[in-house]
């Protein structure tokens, strides 16, 4: 099993990224994706859920309304488009697997990409 983000930077306050999570190794429509963040000196958080078809999705009350969870089945891979960043979005963006539905419990998610830096600052 593999999980490969990228689309992470520095971008200033305002400013829109587009993270991608390339997985392998399962089947991928199974499977429910989340992404989560973690800033220094913090605990790693949910950000952003989708179940396995796509049909359902879940947004931390931080990001509703700026970031969009998104999936492609055909492509293996599930995207994070984050618009209207702020400071603390500043965080390393980890992807997360697990089948079946998704799940708000870290440990929860078995399957683990080893993170992409997003850094917003002037």
Do not use: H
């Amino acid at each position: 099993v593999q999980l490969v983000e990228s689309g992470g930077g520095l971008v200033q306050p305002g400013g829109s990224l587009r993270l991608s999570c390339a997985a392998s190794g399962f089947t991928f429509s199974s499977y429910a994706m989340s992404w989560y963040r973690q800033a220094p000196g913090k605990e790693r958080e949910l950000v952003a859920a989708i179940t396995s078809a796509g049909g359902s999705t879940y947004y931390a009350d931080s990001v509703k309304g700026r970031f969009t969870i998104s999936r492609d089945n055909a492509k293996n891979t599930v995207y994070l488009q984050m618009n209207s960043l702020r400071p603390e979005d500043t965080a390393v963006y980890y992807c997360a697997a697990r089948s079946g539905v998704y799940s708000r419990i870290r440990s929860n998610y078995p399957y683990w990409g080893q993170g992409t830096q997003v850094t917003v600052s002037s």
